[in-house]
């Protein structure tokens, strides 16, 4: 009896800390917007249904944290969660007034971090207990690392954006015919959305293979493969240049061929939920579609220990197909992710910086 009112008290104060700590993070963005939220996002944000969410987030935090203090012998938790709670009540919670418009200024995406670890925190991890492909705890080794590389990559959002899409429109400007723009743009939508995902999976599909063969570009990749853990905060794990480069060379055949922005707008949105899921802890096959899109089964091949240099694209197993590289046998997994050679560190800065360190020779 007494370890199960242990467990409650756990989860109890786990859950309180997070959502305390999500629901401070909001109020500060209600602070200070102009430095701490993303524009493109501030523009659309239904701000009745946040401020209920924050006020709703700062109670179950409060109420959670003082049941795990009365659960839990180790009250750092639910205290933690429960004085969160409070700080923000006190800075004014939910009902701190926004001055609009808000200035434009250099910003951190610390509203596009809380909302979309909010998000699929909520969806994935009731997913991954109910569906797990490899019994695991939520907490599991190396999180911390992972949870870095997921609120960096998230805070410097306007720095990777900017990154994405400057290099297409400095050196590829030359490349732009307007008479084939205004005829892609002209398009239906739907047809232009599976266009803009054959066109940018090829792209992926090419600078990801030379990640993998360049041995200088190695370097940067392995980062990402050197995940033992497969679950949805594993594919997060990429170094900065990793994500700058990739999404800067695909995005410049989408930029010359001037697909309209609801279409590359709900690709963006697609992608960001898709490299989640290819990466969760799920055991869910998806009968016949898993040869259409990729699914875990199909990406969890790709950080298997061997065979290395499979499935490569990230959308369009197809493409892996026509090049020779699919690895999708019928209903097995793999038995070990992660690298056969030298480890890489664990923690967020050393592996920010281990590309530059020495040279690290392909196992
Ligand atoms: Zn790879
Ligand atoms: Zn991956």
Known sequence: MASRVGVLGWVTGVLSAVLGALAFG?????????????????????????????????????????????????????????????????????????????????????????LDLFLLSAIFVPIELLWARLPQPVFRREWRTDLWHFGISHLLVQLTVFLTMAPAAIFFRWAVAPELQAAVAAQPYALQFVEVLLV??????????????????????????????????????????DIVVTRGLSFVPLYVLGFAQAPVFAYVLFVSFQAVLIHANVRW????LRWVLATPQYHHWHHAVEPVDVNFAVHLPVIDAVFGTLHLPADRWPPAYGLAGAPVPDGYWAQLVLPFRRSRSRA
């Open 26 to 114: 909001a109020v500060l963005c209600l602070w200070f917007p102009a430095v701490l939220t993303t524009p493109a996002l501030r523009d659309v944000y239904p701000m009745e249904i946040v401020r209920t969410t924050i006020k709703m987030a700062l109670g179950v935090a409060f109420v959670l944290g003082l049941l795990s203090v009365l659960l839990k012998r180790r009250k750092a938790l639910g205290l933690t969660g429960a004085g969160l709670a409070l700080l923000a009540t006190l800075m004014g919670g939910s009902e701190v007034a926004v001055a609009t418009p808000v200035a434009r200024s250099n910003h951190v995406g610390l509203d596009w971090f809380l």
């Open 200 to 241: 940018a999976d090829l792209s992926q599909y090419t600078v990801h293979r030379l990640f993998h063969t360049v041995p200088w570009l190695w370097r940067f990749h392995e980062i990402h493969h050197s995940s033992r853990t497969m679950d949805w905060l594993a594919g997060s794990r990429l170094h900065l240049l």
């Open 285 to 288: 096959r998806f009968g016949p």
